[in-house]
């Protein structure tokens, strides 16, 4: 028989880079009393920041898990990425939360990578607290901030307290409480907020307004908290421990403890996986429902059918990961023995209304060639690219067999510091980058056909395929479709045309992926399976698959030519506030850019405008802005869309494969079926 099930709350911190969030877990666990002194982000000496790089930047790169005791609840504490390059990993943490604290700086306010996070917080409606850090740094101010927040995330917030001292190292956080003068103008704000999100409320505030006692209203706020309609903010320092044990008591009042049956059907996530000492698989689990325990055998929802057997397990408490015999429904764990397992793996069955979600941030949009200094390392490089690729599905690898060279996509250049790092130290391999470039999508013009008749010129292989491809609205995918009967020939046969098809699609006329589309088979034929008068099977006179996966190319990419396409560039929608008397210089630049800006607003003494640019020249826009702007300007910048390139020449991708475009070197490359139809065909 199980206890009754502990109370677990899974917290994840969340900022912009150098908000100051990851010396907030630290201040918070030396509050709990799970570590004895503060580390500090610059000393390289924190709790959470484990990777030799985070350490020498003073960044956090992989989120790490710790956990704490607040009055009976365990608080697993998940510290994420601030930097816009690690966004992937943020992704991966959100889907585990019960709830989040926003870190804002007190002397820079919202910032670009803040609006992104809240955004997706309450799209995703994940309870959030605001913790506005830095309060005793020179320059850190209160209402501004508040305004700040209002304006740029979301208008439900609450101050749950002012400062005193503020841009001092006297500082303090003096919360509201009942009967302080102060709160009187507290409970009424916090009154009409809470109202306007509650009908009941609202009708007790028409009709008596000082009917309503403060304990209601704090017990009302914790309930739309919980509901991710409000959030509470706090301000402190995580310097000097300032504010961080109101936090502590917001999250323990606000915050929703973990839900789930330790009893129930088995569910739960892999958020990530790293390499054991003995370069084994360990998978960091949240349970949503069920139990997990050693010597369990699980299918990790990996498509195979097979399952593996757990062969330990460790629980997160006080601080650290504590080996266990199970993991329970809210807990977060380590699982050994899966050696299979990938992000986003469901532990047995999906948690209900997640079974068709995708991803919370855009695609990577960028991509660099990677390459050993030792030329004798490639293949080393391979199995070392193809590791981080399990830690990070969305490291994309493209192998060029035919260069010998292997591709990766990122989302930033700071990227490739890590990847370079990281292959140093755990794989012992030196590597250089190529220059960045751009991933473009192929999109069709219109509709295309082309087919091949078995037995007649130019076809060598023996089959017969005729495809035909129509647009498909963006986002529809690669839909195949049969305009053939079923039984005309057999299943394995459209299996192989089915799977050529969408695989020739990530490399169209100009070497780009064509991501939407239809593909209807139009044409379709085989020679059965012929013997020779003594029994023996002749390969020469019978159909086989690979005579349908060596001809598919050449139809698909004959019927995408008829169609044409156009290639498309990723577009940012950038959001730009800069002084008005700069606003002359920095439009030329973006025209330069060929960014295409909205109609301008103003804002005081600012401009605010919004726009669109090409993924390639955020960087240079970057750059530009603080020069153009003596450092005022402010940009935020995210993936929203695909354009077509226009002006200058339209921009290709180098192939990998058998290159189907130019038939002569595509039959020489092939493996050919008939004895001598190929060659003929060649030359």
């Known amino acids: 028989m199980h206890s009754s099930a502990p109370h677990i709350l899974n917290l994840g911190v969340l900022a912009h880079i150098d908000a100051g969030k990851t010396s907030l877990t630290e201040r918070l666990l030396h509050a709990a ?17 484990s990777l030799a790089l985070e350490r020498q930047r003073g960044i956090t790169i992989k989120s790490a898990v710790v956990s704490f005791a607040v009055d009976g609840t365990t608080v697993n504490l998940i510290d994420t990425p601030g930097h816009p390059d690690f966004i992937a990993e943020v992704e991966r943490v959100l889907s585990v939360l019960d709830g989040a604290v926003l870190v804002i700086s007190a002397v820079e306010g919202v910032q670009a990578q803040t609006r992104v996070l809240m955004r997706t917080l309450r799209r995703l409606r994940i309870p959030t607290l605001i913790f506005v850090n830095k309060t005793d740094r020179r320059g850190a101010r209160q209402e501004g901030v508040l305004k700040h927040i209002a304006d740029r995330l979301t208008p439900d917030i609450v101050p749950m307290g002012t400062v005193c001292g503020l841009g001092t190292r006297e500082a303090r956080f003096a919360a509201f409480h009942a009967g302080d003068a ?15 999100h509650d009908d009941a409320l609202l009708s007790a505030y028409v009709d008596d307004a000082a009917s309503l006692s403060y304990d209601r209203l704090r017990t009302e706020l914790a309930r739309q908290t919980r509901r991710a309609l409000v959030h509470p903010v706090f301000f402190g320092s995580a310097a000097t421990g300032v504010g961080v044990r109101e936090l502590t008591d917001g999250i323990r009042e606000f915050l929703p403890a973990s839900a789930g049956d330790p009893e129930g059907q088995v569910s739960g996530s892999v958020f990530k996986v790293e390499r054991g000492t003995a370069g084994e698989k360990i998978a960091y689990v949240r349970m949503f429902s069920g139990t997990v325990r050693t010597r369990d055998r699980m299918d990790t929802g990996t498509g195979t059918g097979t399952e593996a057997k757990v062969t330990a397990v460790s629980v997160f408490e006080q601080g650290t990961d504590v080996r266990r015999q199970e993991v329970r429904a809210g807990q977060i764990g380590k699982l ?39 030329p004798a390392d490639r293949g080393a490089l391979h199995l070392a690219l193809t590791r981080l690729a399990e830690q990070d599905p969305l490291i994309d690898l493209r192998q060029d067999d035919i260069r010998q060279e292997v591709s990766v996509s990122l989302y930033g250049e700071v990227q490739k510091e890590v990847i370079q790092a990281t292959l140093a130290a755990d794989f012992g391999l030196d590597v250089s980058f190529r220059e960045t470039t751009t991933i473009c999508v192929e999109r069709l013009a219109g509709t295309g056909s082309a087919f091949e008749i078995i037995d007649k010129e130019p076809n060598p292989f023996l089959a017969t395929v005729g495809l035909r491809v129509e647009p498909a609205p963006v986002g529809a995918g690669v839909e195949f479709r049969l305009g053939v009967e079923l039984g005309s020939m057999p299943y394995a046969f459209f299996r192989a045309v089915e799977e050529t098809v969408r695989e020739t699609l990530h490399q169209g006329v100009h070497g780009w992926r064509v991501p939407d589309c239809t593909v209807t088979m ?11 008068a003594h029994g023996t099977f002749d390969k020469s006179m019978s159909s086989t698959a690979g005579d349908f996966r060596n001809l598919t190319p050449l139809v698909l990419m004959d019927a995408l030519r008829r169609a044409g396409t156009v290639v498309h560039e990723p577009m940012h929608r950038f959001r730009l506030d800069v002084p008005a008397d700069t606003f002359g210089a920095v439009l030329p630049a973006l025209t330069r850019l060929r960014a295409v800006p909205h109609t301008p607003t103003t804002n005081g003494a600012s401009y605010h405008l919004e726009g669109d640019i090409p993924a390639q020249q955020v960087h240079a826009l970057e750059q530009m802005l603080p020069g153009l702007t003596r450092g005022e300007g402010e940009l935020e910048s995210a993936f929203d869309h695909y354009e077509p390139v226009r002006g200058g020449s339209v921009p290709t991708r180098a192939r990998t494969d058998h290159d189907p475009l130019h038939r002569k070197d595509y039959l020489l490359r092939v493996v050919r079926r008939t004895s001598g139809g190929a060659r003929e065909a060649a030359r």
């Open 33 to 49: 009393g799970v570590i004895d002194e503060v580390g500090r982000v610059d000393d390289g000496n924190t709790q959470t920041d």
């Open 336 to 374: 050994w023995g899966l050696a299979d397992v990938r992000i986003g793996d469901v532990i047995g069955v999906p948690r209900p209304g997640t079974e068709h979600t995708g991803h919370f941030f855009a695609p990577p949009t960028l991509e660099t060639v990677v390459t050993p200094l030792r």
């Open 182 to 196: 102060e709160s009187r103008g507290f409970t009424a704000r916090l009154t009409e907020l809470l109202a306007g």
């Open 522 to 532: 139009t044409h379709c034929g085989y020679w059965p399976r012929q013997s020779h």
